[in-house]
Structure formats: C-alpha cells, structure tokens
C-alpha cells in the first residue's frame, strides 16, 4: 500500500521540490514527480538553476525512452508516463490517476489557501480509502 507524505506551509513550492529531488537523488532512488504542464515546466527550469554546486539530473517524460531508462528523476504530467519508481512527488491539485503503483506519495503544499483547500480534498481521498499519511508541517520545524 502506497504510504502518503504531505509537506504543508512551504513558502515555495518549486525551491522545497527542489530540495527534495536533491535529497532523493542523493539517496539513490528513482523518483517520478508529476504535475500540471505549468508546474513541471517551471520545476524543470528550477533544476537546471538550482545550484551551481549540484548537478540533479532529471528528464520530462517526453525525452526518448532510452535518456528515461536512465535518468533518476522523471517529470510528467500524468503517472501513466513515468517509469517505474518508489516515489512519486505531486505538484498538482487533483488525485494523481495511478498514485497508487508507487511505494511512497509525497504531496507538496504551500501556504496558499487555494493549494490547502485541494490539499484537504486529498486528504480525504487517501483516508477514506484507508492509506497511511505522515504530515509534515514545516511552519512547526521553524
């Protein structure tokens, strides 16, 4: 059963995604992230600039099949086009179809009140359906 994270109150999305593609990336494991169009384009320039000191190699899912068998972070719009990974970050405000063929969901929350009203739909989803959820509020680590 897939295990879900929610990271609430970052004031930047894209920075904390960032960060946390760092650390995966780091610890070795494959990572899918997906997203609306808008948020995986701006994520992908995000880690091109991120840090000068640290290389994060990641491909969108629309590189040839050959660059994703290789690349360890894959961005995508829908499940449906990720390779197979233990954990997949969302950036986006619906359920994301097909969450549930990886070991881990990391829903990433800023501190609008938009992005915490889907957020809250999410929530629901995953407890009515009986998955595990951790939260994690980083306005409470500060």
């Given at each position: 059963m897939t295990h879900i994270g929610f990271h609430f109150n970052m004031p930047d999305k894209l920075a904390y995604a960032c960060r946390l593609l760092r650390k995966a990336y780091a610890a070795g494991g494959p990572v899918g992230v997906v997203g609306p169009a808008p948020a995986i384009e701006?994520?992908?320039t995000e880690l091109w600039r991120f840090s000068a000191?640290?290389?994060i190699p990641h491909c969108l899912a629309s590189a040839p099949e050959?660059?994703?068998a290789?690349?360890?972070i894959v961005l995508a719009q829908d499940c449906a086009d990720l390779p197979q990974a233990g954990v997949l970050v969302h950036?986006?405000?619906q359920v994301p179809a097909g969450f549930e063929r990886f070991e881990r969901l990391i829903e990433l929350v800023d501190t609008?009140?938009?992005d915490r009203s889907a957020a809250r739909q999410r929530w629901r989803h995953y407890?009515?359906?009986g998955y595990p959820i951790q939260r994690h509020d980083l306005a409470?680590?500060?």
């Open positions: 701006a994520l992908d000191l640290d290389f050959a660059m994703r290789v690349t360890p950036l986006g405000e609008s009140d938009a407890a009515d359906r409470a680590k500060e």
